[in-house]
T-cell receptor, first 111, second 111 residues
Framework: GQQVMQIPQYQHVQEGEDFTTYCNSS?????IQWYKQRPGGHPVFLIQ?????EVKKQKRLTFQFGEAKKNSSLHITATQTTDVGTYFC???????????FGPGTSLSVIP | NAGVTQTPKFQVLKTGQSMTLQCAQD?????MYWYRQDPGMGLRLIYY???????DKGEVPNGYNVSRLNKREFSLRLESAAPSQTSVYFC??????????FGPGTRLTVT
C-alpha cells in the first residue's frame, strides 16, 4: 500500500539556524499537504501543493513539490522558538482517495 | 462556526468496556476521518468516510467500528477496549482529499 516517509525524525537547532524536512511517497500523489502540530495540540493545516515542481512561500517557510509528485520538502529560514512542533506531510493518490500521513519531523529550537 | 468538535475530551476505560467517540463538523465537508496518535508517533488512519453513507478501512481498523450518521457526524466505536487502544484520537474533515481540519482530540486511557 501507499507509504509516506519523512526525514529526519527529530531535529534540534539553535534559534536562527535553518531547518529542512523531507517527505517521500512510495506512489505519485495528487497533492501534498503540510501540517504543524504543537506539543499537546492538534494538527493544523499549513499549505497544499498540487502542481509538479510547485514552490510556495509563507514568510520564513518554503514548500516544494517534486517534479514526479512523489516528494516534497519544507524549509524554515532562521528558526524561531515559535516554530517548535512536529511537521507532517500528507497526501492522497487521487483527489478522492484517503490521505496518508508521514510519521512527522519533530523540531526543537534552542534559544 | 465551531469547525470540528469531538466528545469526550478525556476518557478512562477498563479493559473490555465499550464506548463511542463522537465527531461533528459544520463546514459541509464530504470527507471525514478518524486517526489515532500514540506518544511520539505520527497519525495512523483508522477509518475514513468519503461521503455520507460510505466508510472504508484505513491502516489500523482492527478493534474499531464507525458510523457516518449523516453528513455532519462520524462516530468511532470501541466494542471491547484493550490497553493497546490507549491513544489520542483525532477526527478530521475535508472537502474531498484536500486540506483537513482537525478536532481537538480525545485522550483515551484503557486500564
Amino acid at each position: 500500500g501507499q507509504q509516506v516517509m519523512q526525514i529526519p525524525q527529530y531535529q534540534h537547532v539553535q534559534e536562527g539556524e535553518d531547518f529542512t524536512t523531507y517527505c517521500n511517497s512510495s506512489t505519485t500523489l495528487s497533492n501534498i499537504q503540510w501540517y504543524k502540530q504543537r506539543p499537546g495540540g492538534h494538527p493544523v493545516f499549513l499549505i497544499q501543493l498540487v502542481k509538479s515542481g510547485e514552490v510556495k512561500k509563507q514568510k520564513r517557510l518554503t514548500f516544494q513539490f517534486g517534479e514526479a509528485k512523489k516528494n516534497s520538502s519544507l524549509h524554515i529560514t532562521a528558526t524561531q522558538t515559535t516554530d517548535v512542533g512536529t511537521y507532517f506531510c500528507a497526501g492522497p493518490v487521487t483527489s478522492y482517495d484517503k490521505v496518508i500521513f508521514g510519521p512527522g519531523t519533530s523540531l526543537s529550537v534552542i534559544p | 462556526n465551531a469547525g470540528v468538535t469531538q466528545t469526550p475530551k478525556f476518557q478512562v476505560l477498563k479493559t473490555g468496556q465499550s464506548m463511542t467517540l463522537q465527531c461533528a463538523q459544520d463546514m459541509n465537508h464530504n470527507s471525514m476521518y478518524w486517526y489515532r496518535q500514540d506518544p511520539g508517533m505520527g497519525l495512523r488512519l483508522i477509518y475514513y468516510s468519503a461521503s455520507e453513507g460510505t466508510t472504508d478501512k484505513g491502516e489500523v481498523p482492527n478493534g474499531y467500528n464507525v458510523s457516518r450518521l449523516n453528513k455532519r457526524e462520524f462516530s468511532l466505536r470501541l466494542e471491547s477496549a484493550a490497553p493497546s487502544q490507549t491513544s489520542v484520537y483525532f477526527c478530521a474533515s475535508s472537502q474531498a482529499a484536500y486540506e483537513q481540519y482537525f478536532g481537538p482530540g480525545t485522550r483515551l486511557t484503557v486500564t
